[in-house]
């Protein structure tokens, strides 16, 4: 009996020992990564102050999902807090105390939003600026005269922190934790066309859709979402899976009303409704325009 329970307590200190070695792998691999500084120098661009550019920023802002994260004062707010996963919190971007727009230069802003670094070089955790890198100048100049505007909000956030699983995750490749590592922080962005009901212009708004539904626009599971969230739709002109048997009428609603062709309701925690019901006629028909002229591809593959 004593040998039996001596050979359990071996398999036993052996099983934690192996564990620990793991996660000291995972934190170590993962933090040099966390960690990494990148050495951006920001493009200079105007920010302008006329009232009509502030108010586009504020459209840009409210279209392209900030308040998500930052909430919708933009005090910051926390949208991920799983001990195991990671804790996350959108930064107070406000002048007010504990807020980044107290300190942030233009360029800071800059780097910030186009190449997901922080004042530090450091990647910002979480940051889509993969999707927001391909803003025009004169649309990332207005959407930083817009956050520039903002009221304070007195708001201090917890630290960001990232979890064993999380780690994992991202090793893997299943969570894309910092943008800043997937973008080619030397290749300036290609000129935005002109505003209109263009497939032009829906190939450039068409970038903030892909964080979900994938550079190929054919869903499935959202990295980095939670569990209960369901994959992301197929918006490619697939018939079978797709929405190649939409009208742009069906489109329209699905964007601002939240109703599929067939009457179901689309999850508003998932699909962000509340931003895409805000778009102007012009963007919602480029977009539509735009996804017309995709390959068809069966769903899942993103």
């Keep these: 009996m004593k040998s039996v329970l001596r050979r359990a307590a071996f398999f036993l200190a052996a099983m934690v020992a192996a564990l620990l070695l793991g996660l000291g792998g995972i934190y170590a691999l993962s933090g040099a990564r966390l960690g990494k500084s990148y050495e951006v120098d920001p493009k200079t661009i105007p920010v302008p102050s006329d009232p009509a550019s502030v108010a586009w920023g504020e ?66 955790l979480f940051m889509p600026s993969q999707e927001y890198y391909f803003l025009s100048d004169d649309d990332l100049g207005s959407l930083i005269a817009y956050l520039k505007s903002l009221p304070p909000v007195d708001s201090r956030l917890p630290a960001n922190s990232v979890g064993p699983v999380g780690r994992g995750l991202f090793l893997a490749g299943k969570v894309p934790l910092v943008a800043a590592e997937v973008i080619d922080h030397d290749t300036a962005p290609p000129p935005a066309p002109p505003k209109g009901a263009t497939v032009a212009y829906g190939r450039y708004l068409a970038a903030v859709c892909t964080g979900c539904h994938g550079t190929g626009f054919s869903g499935g599971p959202i990295p980095g979402a939670p569990p209960p969230w369901p994959p992301a739709s197929n918006i490619t002109p697939d018939r079978e899976t797709g929405i190649g048997g939409w ?56």
């Design 59 to 124: 459209h840009l802002a409210r279209t392209r999902g900030c308040t998500d994260c930052h909430g919708p004062d933009y005090g910051g707010a926390v949208f991920i807090d799983d001990a195991v996963m990671a804790r996350l919190a959108g930064s107070n971007l406000t002048s007010g105390d504990g807020g980044v727009g107290r300190a942030y230069t233009d360029r800071d802003w800059v780097r910030a939003i186009r190449h997901g670094v922080g004042p530090d070089g450091r990647g910002l």
């Design 247 to 302: 009208t742009e009428e069906d489109f329209f609603r699905a964007l601002r009303d939240g109703i599929r062709p067939d009457g179901s309701s689309i999850d508003p925690e998932s699909m962000p409704v509340r931003n895409t019901a805000l778009m102007e006629d012009d963007e919602i028909r480029a977009l539509w325009l735009y996804l017309r002229t995709l390959e068809p591809r069966a769903e899942g593959g993103r």
